[in-house]
C-alpha cells in the first residue's frame, strides 16, 4: 500500500524560493570533507573489541556473560534463575536451536516452573498479553557496537519489538561474530540493505542497557518504562 | 500550551525566578553535571573539533538542500504505506491531527517528548476534543500532572521541580500516597503508564532525525517511552519540525553521537530506534496507520537569511547548559519552550519581537554557547544579531538608550569632546563618589550600584600622566 | 622596538594605574611608547547594544588614530576582539574595510604580545602572595588568547597560584548587560566573588578592565580582603 502525500508542492516551493533557486528534485551525493567516525577502535580485533564491550556495560548498568555454545545453556539458565524465572518470551528464531537452546528450554523449564512463550506471528493479542505480563525477554542482537555497548535488534513478524522492552528484565544474546567498533558500521550494513533493494525492519532499535530516566532532580533511575535490569550475553560462535 | 509560556513581563519573570532557590541549585548542579560529562565524552572520543566540524556541514549542506531532502523523505515514506502532511502553518498541523483523531474516534493518546507538538499547542487542540492526552516522558508527565506547566529545559523538562514538590503534585492531582524517594515516584509512574500504553488509540511522537533516503523517522529516549507509544497503539502519528532531516542513515549516527553526547554526556541512549512506514505483513506489533506531519511554522522564514544557522539546531540544549545567564534564571524567565541561547536566537524568530525583545538582552556575549554547539551556531552572533535587528530594523530601543547612544557616538567620535567629557568625569561624579568609589550611581549606574561598587573617574587621567612623562616629568 | 599603546577608555577614565603599569612593563622589555591622542573607545558600548551604525564614526576614528602603528598593543581582550571585529562591520566598504583589516592584522592583547611577539616569558616581576585568576570571556573564547597569561603568571617570583574553579565562567559584565539587567549581572558576580573566595587567594588577576571593575567593586560591596589586580600590574611589581 502507497501512502499518501499532501500539500507538498506550495510547502516545497516557499523553501526553495527562500534559497533563491527552483525547487530541486535530484541532487549528486554529498562527499563530506571530514569523517572523524572512521578512527573510532579502527583496527580492533574482534577480541579487543569484546573488552570494549564488557567494559562499557560497567557504565551503562548492564550485566555480561562470555560464553560458547557448549556453556551457553548451563550460562543462560544462571541469569534466567537470577532474575528469578518465571515467565520468559523469546522471539521465533531458528538461532535458539542452533544454540541448542530450544530444546533445553521446551523440555525442562515447566518442570522447573518457568513458563515459556515464543513469539507466534499468528497470535497477535496473545503475543502482546504474554510480552506484558512476562518477567523476562529474550532477544538476539543482529549487529553489537562495542564502543557504546548497544545491542541492535531488528523486527519482523516472528521478532516482536515488544519483547525487549515490555518484559521487566531483559536478555540479549550477543553472537560475537556480530560485534563493530561502533554505529558507523552499522549505519553501513543498513545502507547496503537499502541499496540492495531489502526493504528494512519497520523497527531498528539500538538498545543500550535497560531504561532509565535523571528526569527528578537528576538522579539516576534505572528502570522506567522500559527494563529495570539487562544482561547481554556474548557467545563466541566463531 | 504554544510556544510562548508566559503572560507575564519580562522583568518581573526575572525577579520572581531569582528568588526561587531551588531552581538555581537545580540548575547549577545539572550545568556542572552535563557540562564535565560533555567534556569528557568528547576527550574521550578524541578529535572533537572534527565531530563539530563534520556536524556543521551536514546540517549546513541539509538546509541548503532542505526541499530535495523532504522531497525523497515523502517518497520513502508513501512507499512504506505511511502519509505525509505537509503543513505550513501550526493550524494546518493540528486540524489534519484533529481529523486523524476524530476518524478514530480517539479517545486515549499517549505521547513521547517533542517541542514541536509543543510550539503548535497540539495538546490543547486534542483536549478539546475530549481525547485524553497522556506525556509518557517522565519529565513531561509531572509537569502535565501539574496543571500543564511549561519545561524549563529541552532535555530535562522538570529541571525546576524537586522531589518534594513532585510527590506533592501527584498527591494532590492523583492520590499517590507514598514517599518523595525518586525510585518510587518512577515507580508509580511506571506502573500508571503501563495500561495507558496499551489501551491508547494513537501514538504520537516528534522525531530526532528523519532520514531521507528510507523514509524513516529516529527517536532518542533514555526511557524507552517512545518504543511503547510506536509499538503498541494501532495508529502512529509523528510531528516534525521541517529541518530536523538527515540524507542516510550514516549522517544520522553522526548526529546522534553528538546529541547524545552533547545533551547528556552518554555514548548513546537507552534506545534509539528507527521507525521505518507501517507495520510489516505479519508483524505483530507496530502501527496499521502512520501520519507524518512535516510542520513549517515559520522555519521557512529563516531560510535563506542570516539567521539561517539556528536552523542547524538538533536540540541538545548544550548551550542552554554553558549558559551563565540560564544559571541563574532558570528556563521559565525566557518566556518560551525554548530557552536558553538557542531559545534567545529561536523565539523572536518563530514568535515575533513583541513577545520576545528582551531576549537577545539576557546575554553577556560570553560566548561560552558557541563553544558548546555541537554542530557550531555562531548563536552569540546570532543573538547580537538580533540585537541590530531591534534597533534599526524594529525601532524597538528605548529612546533614553537610543539618546544615549547617540551621545556615545558622537563623543567617542570627536577626541575634542571626549577630552571635555574625561575633564569633567571627575567633577560631575563627585557628588557620588566617596572613598574613591561610587555606590550610589545616578542614572544607568543606579542598577549597577544596587549590588556593586563603581571606581571614580580618575582625577588626572592617564594620557596625561604619559604626556608628562614623555616631556620629562615623572619617570 | 616600537609599540603604539591602545589604552582603551576604561583605563583612560577609570583605571589610570594599569596604564602606567602597561607603559612602565613594555619599556623594561625595549619597547619604545606611543600614544596617538585621537584614540578614544573601541566602540564595543554601542556595538555590543545593536548600535552598529553609531559605532561607526567612534571606530572610523580609531582606525585612523592607529594607522601609522607598526604594532598595536592593548591591555583588554575584548577591545582587541573588537578590532579584530572592524574588516566584518565595515566589510564591502571600498575604503575602510581594507584599513580595518590592516588595524585588526596589527593589533596584539598585552599579554599575547609578550609572549607571543617578544617571545618573553619572564619579565622579571616579583610579588609574594597566593593569587588566582578570572579568564575574560571576549579574551579567551572570542580573541583565543588562553595560554600567554598564564605562562606570564607563572614566571613571578613569590606567587602562589590556584585555579579558579568555573574560572571560564562569565563574570556577568557583558558592558551594558551590567546595567540593562543589573540583577541578574549582580547574582554572576556574586557567584564569581564567592569562587575566588573559595580558592582562598588574597589576589584576584584579570586581564579585561571590564572584568575587574565588575568583580572589583563586587568585592568592595562585600567588604572582602581580596586585592584586585590587572595582569599589567602585576608583572610590574619587582
Known amino acids: 500500500m502507497i501512502g499518501t502525500i499532501e500539500n507538498r508542492d506550495a510547502f516545497l516551493s516557499k523553501i526553495a524560493q527562500q534559497l533563491g533557486r527552483a525547487p530541486k528534485t535530484e541532487l549528486a551525493q554529498p562527499i563530506w570533507q571530514y569523517q572523524p567516525q572512521e578512527r573510532v577502535l579502527k583496527n580492533a580485533t574482534k577480541d579487543e573489541l569484546v573488552e570494549v564491550l564488557v567494559e562499557q556495560c560497567k557504565n551503562i548498568h548492564t550485566d555480561i556473560v562470555l560464553t560458547d555454545t557448549a556453556n551457553l545453556t548451563k550460562d543462560l539458565q544462571k541469569v534466567v534463575d537470577n532474575y528469578g524465572g518465571r515467565s520468559v518470551v523469546t522471539w521465533r528464531d531458528e538461532r535458539f536451536e542452533r544454540y541448542g537452546l530450544t530444546s533445553f528450554m521446551t523440555e525442562h523449564w515447566s518442570q522447573m516452573g518457568i513458563q515459556l512463550y515464543e513469539w507466534n506471528p499468528a497470535q497477535h493479542e496473545e503475543n502482546i498479553r504474554q510480552a506484558e505480563k512476562a518477567n523476562i525477554g529474550i532477544t538476539i542482537s543482529e549487529i553489537t557496537l562495542a564502543e557504546s555497548g548497544t545491542a541492535v535488534l531488528f523486527s519482523s513478524k516472528n521478532k516482536g519489538r515488544s519483547v525487549s522492552f515490555l518484559p521487566e528484565k531483559s536478555i540479549i544474546l550477543i553472537p560475537k561474530s556480530t560485534i563493530v567498533p561502533r554505529m558507523t558500521q552499522a549505519a553501513r550494513f543498513i545502507r547496503e540493505k537499502i541499496r540492495d533493494g531489502e526493504q528494512i525492519a519497520s523497527c531498528i532499535n539500538f538498545i543500550t542497557g535497560p531504561s532509565n530516566s535523571a528526569d527528578i532532580e537528576m538522579i539516576l533511575i534505572v528502570g522506567v518504562h522500559g527494563p529495570i535490569k539487562a544482561t547481554y550475553i556474548v557467545i563466541e560462535d566463531q | 500550551m504554544a510556544m510562548k509560556t508566559s503572560d507575564d513581563l519580562f522583568n518581573h519573570r526575572v525577579t520572581k525566578e531569582l528568588d526561587n532557590t531551588f531552581m538555581r541549585g537545580a540548575v547549577s548542579s545539572a550545568q556542572e553535571r552535563f557540562q564535565t560529562r560533555r567534556l569528557l565524552q568528547a ?36 512507499q512504506r504505506g505511511g502519509h505525509v502532511y505537509f503543513a505550513q502553518t501550526a493550524k ?27 510550539e503548535i499547542n497540539l495538546n490543547t487542540v486534542l483536549e478539546e476534543l475530549s481525547c485524553e492526552v497522556i506525556e509518557t516522558d517522565l519529565g513531561e508527565y509531572i509537569l502535565q500532572v501539574d496543571d500543564h506547566e511549561p519545561p524549563s529545559h529541552i532535555v530535562v523538562p522538570a529541571l525546576h521541580k524537586n522531589k518534594e514538590q513532585i510527590r506533592d503534585v501527584f498527591k494532590e492531582k492523583q492520590g499517590y500516597d507514598k514517599t518523595e524517594k525518586p525510585e518510587e515516584l518512577a515507580l508509580y509512574v511506571r506502573e500508571k503508564l503501563r495500561n495507558e500504553y496499551l489501551t491508547a488509540d494513537i501514538g504520537i511522537t516528534g522525531c530526532n532525525f528523519a532520514i531521507a533516503e528510507s523514509g524513516s523517522i529516529t527517536l532518542v529516549t533514555n526511557e524507552g517511552n517512545a518504543d511503547l507509544v510506536t509499538a503498541l497503539p494501532k495508529t502512529q502519528i509523528t510531528v516534525m519540525g521541517m529541518e530536523r532531516i538527515v540524507p542516510t542513515f550514516e549522517e544520522m549516527e553522526v548526529l546522534v553521537s553528538l546529541l547524545t553526547r552533547s545533551a547528556v554526556g552518554q555514548k548513546l541512549t537507552s534506545y534509539i530506534t528507527t521507525l521505518t512506514g507501517i507495520k510489516e ?19 521557512s522564514d529563516i531560510l535563506g537569511g542570516e539567521f539561517q544557522p539556528i536552523l542547524q539546531c538538533i536540540r541538545c540544549a548544550a548551550c542552554v547548559n554553558a549558559c551563565p545567564v540560564y544559571r541563574h534564571v532558570g528556563g521559565h524567565t525566557y518566556g518560551s519552550i525554548y530557552s536558553g541561547p538557542v531559545g534567545v536566537v529561536l523565539s523572536p524568530l518563530l514568535g515575533g519581537y513583541d513577545d520576545y525583545k528582551e531576549l537577545p538582552y ?36 528605548p529612546v533614553s538608550e537610543k539618546l544615549l547612544m547617540k551621545a556615545f557616538g558622537l563623543g567617542a567620535s570627536s577626541p575634542t569632546l571626549y577630552k571635555m567629557a574625561a575633564k569633567m568625569a571627575s567633577p560631575t561624579m563627585s557628588p557620588f563618589t566617596k572613598d574613591n568609589k561610587i555606590s550610589n550611581g545616578p542614572g544607568p549606574l543606579k542598577a549597577w550600584t544596587e549590588t556593586r561598587d563603581f571606581p571614580a573617574p580618575n582625577k588626572d587621567n592617564f594620557r596625561n600622566w604619559l604626556k608628562q612623562r614623555s616631556k620629562g616629568g615623572e619617570q | 622596538m616600537k609599540v603604539t599603546l591602545f589604552a582603551t577608555c576604561l583605563v583612560d577614565m577609570f583605571q589610570g594605574d594599569v596604564g602606567k603599569a602597561v607603559v612602565e612593563v613594555l619599556e623594561r622589555l625595549g619597547c619604545d611608547i606611543d600614544f596617538p591622542e585621537n584614540q578614544i573607545c573601541c566602540g564595543q558600548p554601542a556595538y555590543n547594544s545593536g548600535y552598529v551604525k553609531e559605532s561607526k564614526n567612534a571606530m572610523k576614528k580609531m582606525i585612523s588614530a592607529f594607522e601609522q602603528a607598526e604594532y598595536v598593543v592593548s591591555p583588554s581582550g575584548s577591545c582587541v576582539y573588537m578590532f579584530k571585529e572592524y574588516p566584518d562591520v565595515f566589510q564591502g566598504d571600498p575604503i575602510w574595510e581594507q584599513k580595518a583589516q590592516a588595524l585588526a592584522d596589527k593589533t596584539y592583547e598585552f599579554t599575547e604580545f609578550i609572549v607571543n611577539v617578544l617571545k618573553i616569558e619572564d619579565v622579571g616581576a616579583h610579588l609574594e602572595g597566593t593569587a588566582t585568576y578570572h579568564t575574560s570571556c571576549h579574551m579567551t573564547r572570542l ?43 549582580g547574582e554572576m558576580v556574586t557567584e564569581k566573588v564567592h569562587d575566588v573566595e573559595q580558592t582562598g587567594a588574597d589576589i584576584l588577576i584579570g586581564a579585561d578592565a571590564g572584568c575587574l571593575i565588575n568583580i572589583g567593586g563586587r568585592i568592595n560591596r562585600q567588604g572582602k580582603p581580596i586585592k584586585v589586580m590587572h595582569i599589567a600590574e602585576v608583572l610590574n611589581c619587582q
Not at chain 2, 281 to 299: C, Q, W
Not at chain 3, 150 to 168: A, M, N, S, T
Request: glycine share 10%; net charge neutral.
Open chain 2, 43 to 78: 576527550a574521550e572520543l578524541g578529535h572533537w573539533e572534527e565531530w563539530r566540524s563534520h556536524g556543521e556541514e551536514i546540517r549546513k549542506h541539509v538546509l541548503a538542500n532542505l526541499d530535495f531532502y523532504l522531497y525523497q523523505l515523502s517518497e520513502n515514506v508513501a
Open chain 2, 92 to 118: 494546518e498541523a493540528t486540524d489534519y491531527i484533529k481529523g486523524i483523531a476524530k476518524k478514530k474516534n480517539a479517545k486515549k493518546i499517549v505521547k513521547s517528548k517533542s517541542m514541536v507538538t509543543e
Open chain 2, 281 to 299: 505483513e505479519g508483524d505483530t506489533d507496530g502501527p496499521e496507520e502512520f501520519h507524518l506531519v512535516i510542520v513549517d511554522n515559520g522555519r
Open chain 2, 362 to 397: 539576557a546575554s553577556t556575549l560570553c560566548g561560552a554557547c558557541t563553544d558548546a554547539c555541537p554542530v557550531k551556531i555562531p548563536l552569540h552572533q546570532l543573538i547580537h544579531r538580533h540585537r541590530q535587528v531591534i534597533v534599526e530594523n524594529e525601532g524597538r530601543a
Open chain 3, 143 to 185: 580573541l583565543g588568547v588562553k595560554e600567554a597569561p598564564l605562562k606570564l603568571l607563572r614566571q613571578v617570583k613569590g606567587l602562589q597560584y590556584v585555579e579558579l574553579p568555573g574560572k571560564d565562567r562569565c563574570c556577568g559584565f557583558g558592558g551594558t548587560f551590567s546595567v540593562k539587567m543589573g540583577n541578574i549581572s
